[in-house]
């Protein structure tokens, strides 16, 4: 059974760095593609940071480049979203996500079929 947990989300003021962590069970991560995602109140998902199955590549959103990474421990089946210079329009409720199909466009959510629960980011203004 497919399964991704996250963890990590706290309030963070502007500037600050914070890392999630989303814990994969049930399958290989490091075979497939996995995509950090986030929602603010009232918008849809939007993607932010994806690791390709291919060849590991990563893409980042415009938004968040030089920012955003998506570091990951095979050994612990476990992908992490590290973010720094936290700014005021990052907040809101950020998931991983996978698929055991293929993945064309990385960073767009309908891609996807499996998804975390979604911490919540806070940035305090």
């Known amino acids: 059974q497919v399964q991704l947990v996250e963890s990590g989300g706290n309030l963070v003021q502007p500037g600050g760095s914070l890392r999630l962590s989303c814990a994969a069970s049930?399958?290989?991560?490091?075979?497939?593609?996995i995509g950090w995602f986030r929602q603010a109140p009232g918008k849809g998902r939007e993607g932010v940071v994806c690791a390709r199955s291919s060849d590991g590549s990563t893409v980042n959103a415009d938004s968040v480049k030089g920012r955003f990474s998506i570091p990951r421990d095979n050994a612990k089946n476990t992908v992490y979203l590290q973010m720094n210079s936290l700014q005021p329009e990052d907040p809101g409720f950020y998931y991983c996500?996978?698929?055991?199909?293929?993945?064309?466009?990385?960073?767009?959510?309908?891609?996807?079929?499996?998804w975390g629960n979604g911490p919540q980011v806070p940035v305090s203004s």
């Open positions: 996500g996978t698929d055991l199909g293929p993945i064309v466009r990385c960073l767009v959510p309908d891609e996807y079929g499996y």
């Open positions: 049930g399958f290989t991560l490091g075979y497939y593609a």
